[in-house]
């Protein structure tokens, strides 16, 4: 597999968020997917980067465009080093939230994906990597 | 700093979100909102959202809580104008818009929202 290009993105602010959305749309457009494949992997990643924002403290996005034989994908990996997340299975149940929120985020984003990893302990960060094939 | 517009259709009020929310203009909306259902006596607000392309949790908060608060206000909501490519998504990222009613576009909206108003009228 091969990773074609890959930049990373600073998300500090809501305008970060809303320029993440754009470079996700625009490398997706790129490697030709669907529409409605466009917006899932632009939603997640909507949802990823405002975790980050509002949970991690800021952080960053690293973006990658993918190809693996005939496969074309998009990667997106948020990090942040803020306080990690203490419990996952729980985090990643849908309606569970810390912060007010709907508690879809992390479920809703990795049902969106193809892949999903996650990392994250209390007191050292969190990590979460999407990929969205065509 | 911008505000989203909010027209006044008779006895309803309408809402077209074109921009990229972030959080200040989507409490401001929610705040001007409240305002204008009660001064303008409003029984309907119309979330006109055919030029969203991504609809992610946030906004779907954002419309349910302008549909709770126009309901404690006796207004009922409608969204209109979804895009296909974002029903698919919302469905997947599990978010259901409790006590918002759709409609294709702003005219099947309204008639909704007549409708609506007719039979709480009748209650």
Redesign the interface.
């Known amino acids: 597999m091969a990773v074609l290009e890959s930049s990373i993105h600073p998300i500090h602010s809501s305008e970060d968020v809303v320029r993440v959305r754009q470079i996700t749309r625009e490398r997706a457009v790129a490697q030709g997917f669907s529409l409605v494949d466009q917006t899932k992997i632009v939603t997640a990643a909507s949802e990823l980067a405002r975790n980050t924002l509002e949970y991690g403290g800021g952080g960053e996005v690293t973006v990658e465009v993918l190809n693996d034989g005939m496969r074309k994908g998009v990667r997106l990996t948020f990090s942040d080093k803020g306080p990690g997340i203490v419990d996952l299975d729980l985090a990643l149940k849908d309606g569970y939230t810390t912060g007010g929120g709907l508690g879809l985020g992390l479920s809703g984003a990795r049902r969106l994906s193809n892949e999903f990893t996650i990392d994250s302990k209390p007191g050292e960060g969190t990590r979460v990597a999407i990929t969205r094939w065509r | 700093m911008d505000k989203i517009p909010i027209l006044r259709m008779g006895r309803f009020l309408l809402v077209t979100i074109q921009v ?1 929310m ?3 203009l989507a409490l401001q909306l929610q705040d001007d909102l409240t305002e204008r259902i009660v001064k303008d006596r409003a029984q309907g607000v119309l979330i006109d959202i055919s030029s969203l ?6 906004i ?2 954002m419309i349910s809580n302008i549909a709770a608060m126009a309901s404690v206000l006796d207004a009922r909501t409608v969204v209109v104008g979804m895009q ?3 029903a ?2 919302l469905v ?4 259901s818009l409790t006590g918002v009613r759709t409609a294709l576009n702003v005219d099947k909206g309204m008639a909704l929202l007549r409708e609506e108003v007719a039979e709480a009228g009748r209650a």
């Open positions: 990229d972030h959080d200040r392309e991504v609809v992610d949790s946030f779907g908060r296909p490519a974002v698919i998504t997947e990222l599990g978010l």
